[in-house]
């Protein structure tokens, strides 16, 4: 009995361990703020042709102020409706404003805004997965609370990140949504993690669901593939790389027999191509090298100016170059919803 005694303890301070550990690795990506690096050039609506911009703020879930802007471009007096654009992490909106501008090109106004805790928005850290979902809830309903945007179909489109904020916010039919899009949407925010650890510790999946329902939300629980094998409305379009390392395609919901058989979802694989699948694969696999060279710089104590200079001597047209073919489909699904 003191020997079944003493592995009950030492089982249960392993356990505790475990548990700990997780907690830490959630408050490590979750637990600060995302300011993006001061080296790299975030484009602005100056530097695209004809794309104006107005600055909007609005509070999100805890009275935080998120900021962002409205984007249209110059002779476009009705906008076919309003896109309202949700980032990925790692950046905020004006990472993707090369995307904005072929949505405001094309005749769209484009809603985009800083997530809690990123760029130019208020909060001490991005406090958790699931408060993407609340922010860009905020943001639709600043959104249909203005007069301005009357008579606009409101459209969600978002990357990564985004893409699970627009795919969990689709349960809430009082939001009025008109259509969707998701770029490498993952199925979960837990399932992130494990997949960031590696294969052989998926046996941990169960653990950082439970982490993220204590430390998140008890709806992170609730994948998206739970909410899009049901749906009936709005027509959703989602696309995946399938060679994509951050959202594996296991861990998209488009690995769901009840999403790829909806009739109410478009769902595109695309062969080859990585988690920016909006991107050529030349301007992804460009980008992939810059970051890591980037991170391998950050280990380095004191990297010198040449090596600084090296590293951040960068080709932002390749780098933010778009795939047509990719954003044509998104515009054309739009468009069809409207």
């Known amino acids: 009995m003191k020997a079944l005694g003493i592995i009950l303890v030492v089982l249960l301070v392993i356990a505790l361990a475990v548990i700990a550990c997780g907690f830490a690795v959630f408050k490590a990506a979750f637990g600060k703020r995302c300011n993006g690096d001061r080296r790299l050039k975030y484009f602005t609506c100056e530097d695209f042709e004809d794309l104006r911009c107005a600055p909007v703020s609005f509070k ?24 309202i654009f949700s980032h990925g992490m790692g950046g905020g909106h004006r990472s993707y404003m090369t995307e904005i501008n072929t949505l405001a090109k094309n005749g769209f106004a484009v809603l985009a805004y800083d ?10 850290s991005l406090v958790g997965f699931y408060q993407g979902v609340r922010d860009l809830k905020a943001a639709v309903k600043w959104a249909n609370s203005n007069e301005k945007f009357d008579g606009l ?22 939001l009025g949504i008109s259509g969707a899009v998701a770029f490498s949407a993952p199925d979960s925010g837990y399932q992130v993690v494990t997949g960031f650890l590696g ?28 909410i899009l094998g049901n749906l009936t409305s709005p027509p959703v379009l989602l696309l995946h790389g399938d060679s994509d390392t951050v959202v594996t395609p296991v861990n998209s919901p488009l690995a769901s027999a009840k999403v790829k058989t909806n009739p109410h979802i478009t769902g595109i ?33 004191n990297p010198s100016k040449e090596e600084l200079d090296y590293c951040y001597d960068i080709d932002y047209d390749l780098i ?5 073919t990719v954003m044509q489909t998104v515009i054309n699904f739009i468009k069809n919803c409207l």
């Open 153 to 174: 179909k409101k459209i969600l489109v978002g990357h990564s990140w985004g893409g699970y904020s627009v795919c969990q916010n689709l349960a809430d039919k009082d």
């Open 60 to 83: 999100s879930d805890k009275g935080q102020i998120l900021k962002g802007a409205l984007y249209i471009t110059a002779g476009t007096v009705k906008p076919l409706a309003l896109v």
């Open 115 to 124: 997530n809690t805790g990123t760029f130019a928005s208020e909060g001490k």
């Open 269 to 301: 694989m695309y062969e080859g191509r990585c988690h920016n699948v909006y991107q050529t694969k030349e301007s992804e696999e460009y980008l992939n090298n810059v970051f890591a060279g980037i991170n391998a710089l950050k280990k380095i104590k």
């Open 199 to 226: 294969e052989k510790m998926s046996f941990l999946t169960p653990l950082f669901k439970l982490i993220f329902a204590i430390a998140d939300d008890k709806k992170s629980g609730i994948k998206c593939s739970d």
């Open 320 to 324: 933010t170059r778009e795939d047509p």
